[in-house]
């Protein structure tokens, strides 16, 4: 069984954004996303703790030369 991703983390690396999201919030839909994403530039990645998700756009921002951030949507 698969576990619940619960936090979604987008990273946009041309506009250099890692982003935190509640799977629920309108913006990340589950990582779907509002909009279409550029394959090896921008991408989802879900956790089943907001830790983990956390963790993971913190390692993420600093690969691309910015900080990570929550969005301002869903506050997660």
Same mark, same amino acid.
């Given at each position: 069984? &698969?576990?619940? $991703? @619960?936090?979604? %983390?987008?990273? &946009?690396? /041309? =506009? $250099?954004?890692? $982003? @935190?999201? @509640? *799977? =629920?919030?309108?913006?990340?839909?589950?990582?779907?996303?509002?909009?279409?994403? !550029? +394959?090896? +530039?921008?991408?989802?990645?879900?956790?089943?703790? !907001?830790?983990?998700?956390? &963790?993971? *756009? %913190?390692? +993420?921002? !600093?690969?691309?030369? =910015? =900080?990570?951030?929550?969005?301002?949507?869903?506050? /997660?």
């Amino acid at each position: 069984m &698969d576990e619940q $991703k @619960l936090y979604w %983390v987008f990273i &946009d690396k /041309p =506009t $250099k954004k890692a $982003k @935190l999201h @509640l *799977a =629920t919030c309108g913006a990340c839909k589950g990582g779907q996303g509002m909009h279409g994403h !550029r +394959e090896n +530039e921008c991408w989802w990645k879900g956790f089943s703790t !907001r830790n983990s998700a956390w &963790d993971y *756009a %913190v390692q +993420e921002a !600093r690969k691309i030369g =910015t =900080t990570s951030s929550l969005c301002g949507l869903c506050h /997660p």
